[in-house]
Structures are given as C-alpha cells and as structure tokens.
C-alpha cells in the first residue's frame, strides 16, 4: 500500500466532510464470510477538524449505547488510516446519524469503519485506493463481508490471502428486490459466530461451495428460479437458528408469498428475502408469521445498491 509522509499534518487543516455508507447484508445464505450485498439503506457521518480534542456525537434509537469517545467505531477506523499514513490524527468533531439497525446482521459496524476510513483518507488527500481500504478495514472488522459491498457497492466476493483481500464486483440488476424482517431484538456478532463449530463435515463444505457458485450464474443470468437453490447453507444458518426465534417461520412464510430465495442477514437476527415481484407482498407475509409465534418486528422493502460509501467535501 501507498505510504504518505508525515508531512501531511500540515495539509490536514479546516476538512468538512460528509460521508454516506450503505447497509449490507452478509453471507446471502451459503457464502459465509465472502459474498456481501450493499442495500440502499444508508448512514451519515460528518467529520470536521476543530481547534482541540475529539467530540463524538451520535443520534441513534433510544437506549442503543454507542461509544461517544475514541472507542466509536467511526474513531477506530481514522485513526487506522491515520498510523498506516504515519500521521497523528487531527482534533476532530465527530457526528453519525444512525439509520441502519444495530446489531441486526446489517453491517451497522462496518457503516462506521467504512465511514472513518474513507474520512481519514479524503483528509490526507486520498492516498489510498478503494480496494486498499477493503483491506484496513477488515483488519477492524475481522471478515471482509460486509466491508467490500460498504466500500463498493454492488454485490460482492471477498477472499483474504495472507494480509490482503482480493475483491470481484458483480453488479446486480434493478428488478431483483430485497425484502427484509427486521425483528425488535439485536444478536451481538459475537455471540452468533460463537456457536458455530470448529470443524465441518466434506459434504457440507461442498453443498455450500456449489451454491456459492451458483449464486453468482444466477446473478449473471438473471435466473431467479435458481435462488432458491442457492440461498441453502449448512455451514452457520443451522447452528444459529437456535438463536433467532422463527428463523425457519420466516422463511417458509417468504417463500410461500413467492420469494425467489431466503436468507439470514449476515449473523442475523433480520432476514432477507429475495424477489423480483410481489415484494410488499412477501414482507407482509413475515410479518403474519412473526406475529403468530409472537415476534415482534417490521419489515422493508429496499433495492441494492450500486453505489457504495460516498464523501463529500462541504467546506
């Protein structure tokens, strides 16, 4: 990766900017840990250089605890832009509105990493690419699943080799729709990755290795008859469904009102149907089913995004 001078400091002076990330949704079924969507569902950050300091300032739902320091997750993500540059950060005020759930398999986390990493790098003058940003960040994150569609857009393969993320993006056609149940919970990713076993059998490996390819023919082919196909897992959905409540309801219930194919959100505990057609349809019908086993949630309807993380300079 390029290197920039200490020299930088000096240039690092009056930025006001505004950045936009996109949700994501992680896995879609069978690629765990290497296929990401991005969702036109966003979050905003503005990030200004002031005299002194670091302000974090935060609007989100009520009782959500987001880190106002430099804990925050937006914080993290500068100040790796900043020691991989060799520069010190600059005093900083720091203001995200929060959108995106949290802790509901959307990405909310890697929002804010993307959002500080591309701040960081719009204030040293862009130094580093976007693919190169790919890699910092899932340093942070740990898995490049959800970053790469954040950073990118479009429908995502991510591969980490050694220290490096290798990254393919795959447009997605406008008429494919998604179809999200958002219940009123949040499932730590943490937890949800806790769960899963150590060891998997060959044939699983290879159940979810031809559905991940199979993903991607159908994207390329427009062939939703195949989703429902490729949607199948048996690498983490199973073991986590234990921890998402009517996890299988919801899925037959979308299926049922004509979903193409049905997935957990990223380590959930929100699931995403995919359909070209009959999308408000298929979000009614979850909601029926979480109500008939008493789970209470909404759902929405929102398209994938080509377009990934945005930042302007407003002064």
Partial sequence: ????????????????LRIRVPATTANLGPGFDCLGLALNWWN?????????????EVDCPPGVDIPRNRHNLVV????????????????LYIHTTTHIPIGSGLG???????????????MLGNPYSRREMV??????????????PALLGGLMVAAIDGKEVTIARFPVPRELRCVLFVPNVSLLTAKSRGVLPKRIPRADAIYNAGRVALWIAALRERRWDWLDVA???????????????GMYTLFEAARR???????LSGAGPSVIAFTDTHAEDIGRAMERAAARIGLTGQ?????????GAQVTHIG
């Fill in 44 to 56: 905003t950050i503005h990030v200004e250089t002031i005299a002194r300091g670091l302000r974090v």
């Fill in 76 to 91: 993290y993500g500068i100040d790796l832009v900043y020691r991989r540059a060799g520069c010190k950060r600059p005093p």
């Fill in 299 to 307: 759902s929405r309807v929102v398209s994938a995004s080509a377009r």
């Fill in 108 to 122: 909310s986390s890697s929002a804010a990493i993307v959002g500080g990493i591309l701040a960081a790098n719009a």
């Fill in 1 to 16: 990766m390029a290197t920039k001078e200490t020299s930088h400091e000096s240039e690092i002076i009056n930025h006001k």
């Fill in 257 to 263: 009102a004509g979903a193409r194919g049905v997935a």
């Fill in 231 to 245: 949607t199948q897992d048996r690498l983490h959905q199973p073991y986590r469904a234990k921890l998402v409540p």
């Fill in 135 to 148: 890699t910092l960040a899932t340093r942070i994150e740990g898995h490049p699943d959800n970053v790469a």
